[in-house]
């Protein structure tokens, strides 16, 4: 059984910047694509970036596209979400999971969610 567990999240002004990790346990995912959605109160669930197991291909969310840097230490099993420019709409809770294949877009197509971290941009 694979378990996520996500850390780094926090409090910071607008125009600052965090860095997720996600970690994993339970077995390797070397070979895995992962990804991070996000969650607003009240919002459905959004894709937000994923990263081939290879590290070679990586695609983003048009919202977060030139801000944020999906990337990965297979070597550590974990994946990281480093966020530039934050903005008060990135408020939310942050979530990383497996992608099991075909659209990255689509949180259905993703397994193994960990429980999340909260992000809070103050204007």
């Known amino acids: 059984q694979v378990q996520l567990v996500e850390s780094g999240g926090g409090l910071v002004q607008a125009g600052g910047s965090l860095k997720l990790s996600c970690a994993a346990s339970g077995r390797t995912l070397s070979r895995d694509a992962m990804g991070w959605f996000r969650q607003a109160p009240g919002k459905e669930r959004e894709f937000v970036a994923r990263?081939?197991?290879?590290?070679?291909?990586?695609n983003y969310a048009d919202s977060v596209k030139g801000r944020f840097t999906i990337s990965r230490d297979n070597a550590k099993n974990t994946v990281y979400l480093q966020m530039n420019g934050l903005k008060p709409e990135d408020t939310a809770r942050y979530y990383c999971a497996v992608h099991k294949g075909f659209d990255y877009t689509i949180r259905t197509k993703y397994d193994y969610w960990g429980q999340g971290t909260q992000v809070t941009v103050s204007s």
């Open positions: 990263i081939s197991w290879s590290s070679g291909g990586t």
